[in-house]
DNA sequence: GTCCATAGTGTCGTTTTTACACAAAAGATA
DNA sequence: TATCTTTTGTGTAAAAACGACACTATGGAC
């Protein structure tokens, strides 16, 4: 087998060629208002001062998945963190110091109940998706793909639920789809729609903390949903 | 800086976790009934004579998509190939010998114009998706992604036009749908539709192959696919 | 008791989707 | 040369989904 037939290569590799893998993560988060990224202010060289996405590198004995799961874990407090990879970026020079590949993994959160402390400890930050400073290295890019994947996936899946508390207001949910899609809807057709899919149960509880009149809380209904035919949601 | 820091490790880095990076691709054609995949018969250790997968291993120099580009050529003969990155792929155990990650791209290639040399120098062949044997190591999965993004991406980008030749007909678009989305069609509808569309032309020629009377030939236009307004095709 | 801010609700016209059947062409064949 | 056969090509009507739209209800604040 020659040099040329690609796989054939495998047990003859070049050492040189091993490169060091990262994983980035794109933590969403949603304040009843506009939806959020977690970024931290990197305390060293390069770029230091510099905003940036929550990251590290991939250890010989865990995936990808499990380098974020640890990762998530390690600047949200959090375990089991809705996650999805979103992509694999590999430009040459993407990190100056040492050829890296890094894949980008986006993480929806619910913005109450990560720990305060982490924030403070790795001077991480809040910011708008559409307010966001510019990032370093790709992770501009990271977050705008991973946006568009955010936004294709929860028009089919049921993901919304993660960036909200388990109980909600419709307000809350139609806002939520909102900030995703960065768009407007109708609040008749909204509530229309999201009933027609038979996928949330209304409780007898009211929020009382945005209006005198209170507005009825909301709950996810995993079972339905499973059971549901449809395959889109909004 | 810590060591639990995340990025903070970046420059603290253990050469022990760097990795092989590989990309694997999954070649789509069409032959007028099914859609097929290219795949080659390993003819060398671990997992000798089992079916795989066209892959390779990422460079010190190159991105992933120039990987990509250059497994491509090397196993059609073809460049200028649509292509688009899959997911990255990294059990710790998906290759044996060493501690590989792969990233997938899908490609799509007209079935008639690539080398025959190739196919006959790499043991290449193609199959239908449907009825393609076991692949080694994780590639079954990469397959069942890849088919998955191709159903999704050719709902809303004029991609299946890249898996035709260059003048067409309505039935062979038909026909190339339902492979891809493994159902069919109502044809009235589906021309309904796509003529809706805006973004072929209908040309003078006729293909005379397949029946006494001929049909039409269509072509993708891309100036109107840029100018048109909606975004979804199928 | 009035004010005020937010919650909650239904209809109708338009658009899109779906289901469905027959005539035309032209070479093959008798 | 008539007819058989196979494939192409075409329209309509009913159903469903979508989009636009405005008023009443609630209940605490004042």
Redesign the pocket.
């Given at each position: 087998m020659n040099q040329e037939t690609g796989h054939a290569v495998t047990y003859q590799y070049d050492a040189e060629d091993k490169v060091l893998a990262a994983v980035d993560c794109i933590i969403f988060g949603f304040d009843e208002e506009d939806l959020k990224i977690l970024l931290i202010k990197r305390g060293f060289e390069p770029e230091k001062g510099k905003w940036s996405l929550v990251g590290g590198f991939l250890k010989k004995e865990e995936t990808m998945e499990d380098a974020a799961t640890r990762i998530l874990e390690l600047y949200t407090g959090l375990d089991n963190i809705y996650m999805e990879q979103v992509a694999t970026f590999s430009e040459v020079d993407r990190d100056p110091v040492e050829r890296t590949i890094s894949t980008a993994y986006y993480a929806l959160i619910n913005i109450r109940e990560h720990s305060k402390n982490l924030i403070k400890q790795f001077s991480a930050q809040w910011f708008s998706v559409s307010n966001a400073p510019h990032l370093i290295f790709d992770h501009d890019r990271m977050v705008q793909h991973a946006l568009q994947r955010l936004r294709n996936r929860s028009a089919t899946e049921p993901i919304g639920f993660d960036l909200l508390p388990q109980k909600f207001?419709?307000?809350q949910l139609q806002k939520l789809y909102e900030a995703i899609w960065d768009a407007p809807f109708?609040?008749?057709?909204f509530?229309?729609?999201i009933n027609s899919l038979n996928i949330i149960d209304k409780l007898d509880e009211k929020d009382m903390t945005?209006?005198?009149?209170?507005?009825?809380l909301y709950q996810f209904n995993a079972e339905k949903y499973e059971k549901r035919e449809g395959k889109f949601l909004i």
């Open positions: 207001t419709m307000r109708d609040k008749r057709n509530i229309n729609k945005t209006s005198r009149k209170g507005s009825y």
